[in-house]
């Protein structure tokens, strides 16, 4: 479903900016969802490493909605907000926001809400470090 009122990218910094290419289309020339959702999960575990102070890992994606098809050549910009943390979890939300190459404007394409856990050089749960 297309949003029908003017759109602005969340304040700051992306933490992920990307021209998607032509090897990351399917056959109808757009960008496949699993690309887009993995530079969402490279931007939220770059959150989550700063936030915990360490190795983390995805436990979790939810509600994640495809708004808008990316086309080859389009900048790709992630912004990721820390919405909640626990003793070892984090949840963040994540938006995908694209521009096309000649264009101004910008607009979202995906969101969803990814939930990490800061794990131990073992592999296991660890608290977050507080700094």
């Not at 909605?65 to 907000?81: I, Q």
């Amino acid at each position: 479903m297309l949003e029908t009122v003017a759109e602005h990218p969340p304040e700051g910094v992306p933490m992920v900016r990307v021209i998607a290419m032509p090897a990351d289309t399917n056959v109808n020339g757009d960008i496949f969802g699993g690309w887009l959702m993995s530079q969402m999960d490279l931007a939220a575990g770059n959150l989550a490493s700063r936030t915990s102070h360490g190795r983390c890992v995805t436990v979790s994606v939810d509600a994640m909605s495809f708004l808008r098809p990316v086309k080859v050549g389009d900048e790709v910009s992630v912004y990721c907000e820390l919405m909640s943390s626990g003793r070892t979890s984090m949840k963040i939300a994540v938006e995908a926001w694209r521009r096309a190459r000649v264009e101004q404007e910008e607009y979202r394409v995906t969101k969803a809400v990814f939930t990490f856990v800061a794990i131990d050089s073992e592999g296991k749960p660890r608290p977050i470090k507080e700094h």
